[in-house]
């Protein structure tokens, strides 16, 4: 928290935009759904999907 405001949850999106069969991004990791909606999502909501990630990138690699 700086000057009073709470700080955005960045997206992990890393510029490369490639989906497999389960239309997750093979670069963040991210589904297309999760994706789309990252501007219009709470920060706990990014923060959950933000926990998810390396378990997805584990699972696909």
Request: glycine fraction near 6%; aromatic fraction near 6%.
């Amino acid at each position: 928290m700086t000057n009073g405001k709470i700080k955005e949850i960045s997206s992990p999106c890393v510029g490369v935009c490639q989906y497999n069969n389960e239309e997750i991004c093979s670069g963040c990791f991210r589904t297309v759904e999760e994706i789309s909606q990252w501007t219009k999502i709470s920060d706990v909501e990014r923060e959950k999907i933000m926990g998810e990630l390396d378990a997805r990138m584990e699972k696909l690699f």
